[in-house]
């Protein structure tokens, strides 16, 4: 077997010397015909070479009647023919030598009558096999516009830009096309990947990283295929140039697990976001932040910081781009008394004062400019959003002219601009697109989502490179003695832990727990409460019984041992009764935490069937799945991609301290979860965990509860996210 081309090659495909389109037609609007068309005129200077049985030039090219008849191997193979004939043509190619081929078509996972292999299976089996690479099946094709590259059936081509684009979906991709042709925004590549059977996002940012020709990247995720793959080059690009993603499917694919609190609530949602975090990756909620997105990323790739000052000449549009500026976690510049001094010596009396700076409706061009002189020269002002709003007293080319000669000369590169409107505005803002390449909006709104979208990679970016540099610094845990619990566990059949067991689990990897003694009938369990001499809390001892409070079966605060024996008897009759079939095998008899007013805290282990396992943290006790107040983190952790996850949750404010109550011990909370996640790395078996509630004050943490399903490993090689 061959071994499969490196990203490094994959030059061959944005930059091919020659092209061979399989399934060329002269038939009006036939994907063949359409897709020779655009190679034909996007400005291509390599061959193309189209390949038809009938032979007869198509749309004028020389045109060879099989693959064998090619003079060469073409460097980038497109195949515009059913899906039935796509694994025959794959392994021509192979045999000719071609190392790239884009298939177009859908539906090859059919397979013909009496084979067991699906068309798409024959397919990456003769690519495997050859050291070729695959893009697709299910999509629009391939755009290099730096080349002249259009191998795609697009109504609309590229421009060229430093914007690359790969999405998995082709129709967004002819509705993103369209959008950025209107308004002059070009990319470096644009990529479909449809199925992405083979080529697929891990390879295309490796390769994009290091592309000179591009400067961001944006993606349209439906489905992550492989994890560690994926989150390595994610997080090694985003290094380079910013990275964006909108994942569609916002349904919690990983909440099946039902007996888990964690499980139900750390959905695939979730956990993408967790992901996109980790890796560097700005997630964007739509298409309309999106395209904000591009918008300013197409003039602008570098931002100072999250504060702007607002120059406008209409006070409510500057109100409006205020709103959006603090609901998309920025801020307004607070100007100085001497900004404000220099501002009243070249602005009229009535102008507002503050930040936005309001000019007044009648500014001309040049009162702008005046003011806008004074905001650059200030040490306080950052960024600067120049509005205009047309009143038919003012031109917004005149205005737009005075701005942009301004910034020319100050060359700050710290202005964004909008002018409101449509058809009216619309000069000004081709003069800051076009001629000054500065980013011009529309709305308020819109530019400063768009600035707060580049803000949030670098924000992003500069916390990933401050958390990572730490090393995870687990305590020393017992490996032998929980490896020795699981494996009963597994050989008796079982996949709960029962509670004891769990907590001696917890134990071994030195995560505080309380501990617990088995009572196989209310008298023993009075006569161990005796024996504990304190306050205690009796539970039902059940692997059949997972929410136990639920079910009825937890009692605390019971302060004698003959309050103990009544509250065993009384609960192995509810138990028996609410849940006849469940196998009772005692009691747990602990002692209360003797903690006032602790906070309850969940610290919990999931497998989600993208990511893989994937912890959360977050507010606990039994009404956690209502609070939903969790975040999601990816093990393993250290100290400070731990208390990342904590800070994510609202609980963590009530943490801080409040009021007369003092604040927590957080750390007792990271190193939990640090411990937690190292347990889930030693220990492929683990499947799911509940740490609920870990009671947490002042003075530290210790898990009233714990849980864990264990079951035999056959999965992935991959099996962590960060692995």
């Not at 359409?34 to 193309?48: H, P």
């Not at 507002?352 to 806008?372: C, T």
């Not at 947490?696 to 962590?720: M, N, Q, T, W």
């Amino acid at each position: 077997m061959t071994k499969a081309q490196p990203t490094a090659n994959l030059d061959k495909l944005f930059k091919p010397k020659t092209v061979a389109l399989i399934g060329a037609s002269n038939r009006p609007e036939s994907v063949g015909s359409v897709t020779m068309r655009n190679l034909l005129s996007g400005g291509f200077k390599g061959e193309i070479w189209p390949v038809n049985p009938k032979g007869e030039p198509i749309h004028g090219a020389k045109c060879y009647k099989s693959i064998d008849e090619l003079p060469a191997a073409p460097d980038l193979a497109i195949l515009t023919i059913p899906p039935k004939a796509a694994p025959e043509s794959i392994e021509l190619l192979a045999k000719k030598g071609n190392k790239f081929a884009v298939i177009i078509a859908a539906g090859l996972n059919n397979k013909d009558e009496g084979e067991a292999e699906t068309w798409q299976a024959r397919c990456l089996r003769t690519a495997a096999e050859n050291g070729m690479r695959l893009i697709g099946p299910n999509c629009l094709g391939v755009l290099s516009p730096h080349v002249g590259l259009n191998a795609s059936f697009s109504s609309t081509p590229a421009n060229k830009g430093k914007i690359a684009f790969v999405s998995q979906s082709g129709a967004l991709c002819v509705s993103v096309l369209d959008w950025a042709k209107n308004k002059g925004i070009g990319f470096s590549k644009f990529i479909s990947i449809g199925d992405a059977a083979d080529l697929n996002f891990d390879d295309l940012l490796e390769y994009l990283a290091n592309d000179k020709d591009t400067n961001a990247v944006f993606m349209y995720i439906e489905s992550v295929k492989r994890r560690a793959k994926f989150m390595k080059a994610a997080l090694a690009a985003s290094k380079k140039k910013p990275l964006f993603a909108i994942k569609s499917g916002r349904v919690p694919e990983g909440a099946a697990a039902a007996a888990s609190h964690t499980g139900a609530l750390a959905g695939g949602d979730n956990v993408y976001d967790a992901a996109f975090l980790r890796a560097g990756v700005v997630r964007l909620d739509d298409l309309e932040d999106m395209y904000n997105a591009v918008q300013f990323l197409e003039y602008r790739n570098k931002v100072k910081d999250e504060y702007v000052t607002i120059l406008t000449n209409g006070g409510g549009p500057g109100v409006l781009a205020v709103d959006g500026l603090i609901k998309a976690g920025g801020h307004l510049t607070k100007l100085s008394d001497d900004t404000k001094k220099k501002l009243d010596e070249v602005l009229p009396s009535t102008w507002s004062h503050n930040n936005p700076v309001d000019i007044i409706g009648d500014a001309p061009g040049s009162r702008y400019a005046d003011a806008l002189k004074v905001l650059l020269k200030a040490k306080e002002v950052g960024e600067i959003l120049v509005m205009y709003v047309p009143t038919g007293i003012s031109s917004g080319s005149e205005v737009a002219e005075k701005v942009l000669a301004v910034e020319k000369e100050a060359k700050s590169g710290r202005i964004f601009g909008c002018w409101v409107g449509g058809d009216v505005v619309m000069p000004g803002i081709k003069m800051f697109n076009a001629e000054a390449h500065l980013p011009c909006f529309e709305s308020g709104e819109r530019g400063v989502k768009g600035f707060m979208s580049l803000n949030d990679f670098y924000a992003l970016r500069t916390q990933r490179d401050k958390d990572d540099k730490e090393k995870s610094k687990p305590k020393k845990a017992d490996k032998k003695k929980v490896a020795a619990i699981f494996q009963t566990v597994m050989k008796e059949g079982r996949s709960m832990l029962t509670e004891v067991e769990a907590k001696a689990v917890f134990e071994a990897y030195n995560i505080p727990v309380i501990k617990t003694r088995i009572a196989e009938t209310p008298a023993e369990a009075k006569k161990l409460a005796k024996e504990i001499g304190t306050t205690v809390a009796l539970k039902i001892l059940s692997n059949d019984i997972s929410h136990k409070s639920d079910a009825g079966g937890v009692a605390l605060n019971l302060e004698t041992p003959e309050a103990v024996e009544q509250a065993a008897i009384t609960m192995l009759a509810k138990i028996k009764k609410g849940f006849p079939k469940a196998k009772i095998d005692g009691f747990t008899v602990q002692q209360m935490v003797a903690k006032k007013n602790p906070h309850e805290i969940i610290v919990g282990v999931t497998t989600d069937p993208i990511f893989g396992p994937v912890l959360m943290v977050g507010q606990g006790g039994t009404a956690v799945e209502i609070i939903k107040d969790t975040a999601i983190a990816l093990p393993p952790l250290n100290e400070a991609q731990a208390l990342d996850a904590i800070k994510r949750t609202k609980v963590y404010d009530l943490l801080k301290g409040y009021r007369d109550r003092p604040a927590a011990d957080i750390k007792a909370i990271t190193d939990a979860m640090i411990q937690i996640g190292q347990l889930v790395v030693d220990f492929p078996e683990l499947t799911e965990l509940d740490a609920n509630p870990l009671f947490v004050d002042e003075d530290g943490a210790i898990a009233v509860d714990a849980r864990i399903v264990v079951k035999p490993y056959e999965g992935r090689p991959d099996r962590l996210a960060m692995g």
